[in-house]
């Protein structure tokens, strides 16, 4: 199927700094696609070439199959929210929705109609005539996200609509901004640093770094199966275990570390046997027990730090080959102390041996 946004190896640069360095990327119709990564890294500038506002150096961008990289914004089908969501503060509710609707010289009966469709999907049917100013600030975000819709664009650009608010408001736009998507069956394009907020609201995440491209997927995939460091510890934490490959059977390695035998799902083509990877490992996936347990993976050490951290309690383990480990375990069921020596293991399918 055609994909509804396709960025043909885009590159942007500003001056001599690469910005941008080889996108290609599809996105499909219908899809919550958010650019996450540190700042600078290029998303920004991203949705904006797409939005019409940068021109890319070289490469090109179609939006449903038509080649839009030199149109100016107006004459592309994509509106964007910015993090301000500055409404018009001299017209109602209903004139700012209306705004973009008159413009494009729509009938007034039609308008009507829309503004009070678009009201009511966010439960704000009763705010026609209401001021700006007389609506609370998540209101406000509701009216402007629904003034940007209203046109009926192809992609709704968002370049981090949610930073500037306190964190319960934050959370609660993040389930409205995904029902709000849900509902319209829009495709929308979100830009966050914030890992958590990719996690909650995304169908796609596409993780970037040095105006790269590192990783793209559903947010469980990129949960579970990282490819590399960078994605490994941009979303969620990770433990790594530097570890020479012995064997592969299926897609599950056996790997010498520090003289053990460790093992480790493999998510792309394995290594050289003999070759020096990496296994990622999620502190959640570790299990610590006080006996040497009767499994493939069992690895002796000393709980050397205790925190509780409500809904689970951090333990570091450090390992009698020198390295420590940071494991998260449920509270309740938890007997160790600190001092304690113990053995740590994981299920084969939770740790994963890095592509690169
Ligand atoms: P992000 O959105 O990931 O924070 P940006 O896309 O805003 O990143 O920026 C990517 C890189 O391009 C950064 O190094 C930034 O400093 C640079 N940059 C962005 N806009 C401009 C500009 N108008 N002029 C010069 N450099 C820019």
Redesign the pocket.
């Known amino acids: 199927m055609q994909p509804l946004v396709h960025f043909k190896n885009v590159n942007k640069y500003?001056g001599k700094?690469l910005?941008v360095n080889n996108l290609d990327l599809q996105i499909e119709r219908g899809r919550f696609v958010t650019l996450l990564?540190p700042?600078?890294?290029?998303?920004?500038?991203s949705l904006r070439m797409l939005g019409g506002f940068e021109d890319p150096s070289s490469g090109s961008i179609l939006l449903d199959g038509k080649d839009v990289t030199h149109l100016p914004p107006h004459r592309r089908n994509v509106n964007i929210v910015f993090q301000d969501y500055a409404l018009f503060p001299h017209l109602t509710v209903g004139r700012n929705i209306a705004f973009g609707l008159e413009l494009k010289g729509m009938p007034s009966e039609k308008i009507h109609a829309r503004v009070m469709e678009l009201l009511a999907l966010v439960e704000l049917q009763d705010y026609a005539d209401r001021m700006p100013d007389q609506l609370s600030g998540g209101q406000r975000q509701r009216v402007a996200l629904m003034r940007a819709l209203a046109p009926d664009p192809d992609v709704l650009l968002l370049d981090e609509p949610l930073s500037a608010l306190d964190a319960k408001l934050r959370h609660q736009m993040q389930i409205e901004l995904k029902s709000i998507q849900e509902k319209t069956g829009k495709t929308f394009l979100f830009?966050t640093h914030d890992q958590e907020e990719a996690l909650t609201m995304s169908d796609v995440i596409v993780v970037m770094n040095n105006g790269r491209v590192e990783q793209m997927g559903d947010p469980h995939t990129l949960y579970a199966r990282p490819v590399n460091r960078f994605v490994a510890t941009f979303i969620g934490e990770s433990n790594f275990l530097d570890a020479e490959l012995r064997s592969v059977d299926g897609n599950i390695a056996t790997l010498d570390w520090c003289g053990h035998m460790i093992h480790a799902t493999l998510t792309g083509p394995a290594a050289k046997v003999g070759s020096h990877v990496t296994v990622a490992l999620r502190p959640e996936a570790i299990y610590a027990v006080s006996r040497e347990p009767d499994r493939r993976i069992a690895l002796p050490g000393r709980i050397t730090n205790r925190l509780f951290k409500g809904n689970f309690t951090a333990l570091t383990v450090g390992l009698n080959e020198g390295q420590s480990l940071v494991a998260q375990l449920d509270p309740v069921a938890l007997a160790h102390l600190e001092g304690d020596d113990v053995w740590i293991g994981w299920r084969e399918e939770d740790a994963v041996v890095l592509a690169d």
């Open positions: 500003y700094a910005a990564g700042s600078g890294c290029g998303k920004s500038t830009v």
